[in-house]
T-cell receptor
């Protein structure tokens, strides 16, 4: 079984400030971890993934995430947020033997000018 | 590459009507998925198809049927629409190995 927890329903930051979206997960076997973003009235876009290797993963639009096995966390970060980063963010785990991804409700990020 | 395409983009049905949502991918992926997204609930898996010729139920299959017509196409059918099926529906296909999923633009369905 796999599950995800994004403890904050909403994150509000000022443009130019660092942005962090928290995620903890539970999977059977080795984790595959993804971050997806959904802009208003749009489909889901892939940001980055961790499968193996370096714990710090860099992705699209200046985002990065750090895999922490001991804390079962995969927090998403961006050093300097933009108003255009305002969107719904999903942390999505998958066990190596699972057939599907697990989505939670996500975290809504609002970046104010 | 068009990626994952879905038709229609919008649809309004009356209770009891039927319809089929179409999905196609041109990435030669084996696995395809149908999700629904409701406010505050993330995406929930309706049905998936691990490969051509196979389909399996996900978390919320009741009221839906699917057909994996060929490797490219995976359709979702509502036989008798209900207001509870008002939602946004996403089709996805997945990349071999990592399982990264590629999503279509979605179909916004309203059942009155």
């Amino acid at each position: 079984a796999q599950s995800v927890a994004q403890p904050e329903d909403q994150v509000n930051v000022a443009e130019g400030n660092p942005l962090t979206v928290k995620c903890t997960y539970s999977v059977s076997g080795n984790p595959y971890l993804f971050w997806y973003v959904q802009y208003p009235n749009r489909g889901l876009q892939f940001l980055l993934k961790y499968i193996t290797g370096d714990n710090l993963v860099k992705g699209s639009y200046g985002f990065e995430a750090e895999f922490n096995k001991s804390q079962t966390s995969f927090h998403l970060k961006k050093p300097s947020a933009l108003v255009s980063d305002s969107a719904l963010y999903f942390c999505v785990p998958k066990g190596s033997n699972d057939y599907k991804l697990s989505f939670g409700a996500g975290t809504t990020v609002t970046v104010r000018a | 590459n068009a990626g994952v395409t879905q038709t229609p983009k919008f649809q309004v049905l009356k209770t009891g009507q039927s319809m089929t949502l179409q999905c196609a991918q041109d990435m030669n992926h084996n696995s395809m998925y149908w999700y629904r997204q409701d406010p505050g609930m993330g995406l929930r898996l309706i049905y998936y198809s691990a490969s051509e010729g196979t389909t399996d139920k996900g978390e919320v299959p009741n009221g839906y049927n699917v057909s994996r017509l060929n490797k490219r196409e995976f359709s979702l059918r509502l036989e008798s629409a209900a207001p509870s099926q008002t939602s946004v529906y996403f089709c996805a296909s997945s990349e071999p190995g990592s399982g990264r999923e590629y999503f279509g633009p979605g179909t916004r369905l309203t059942v009155t």
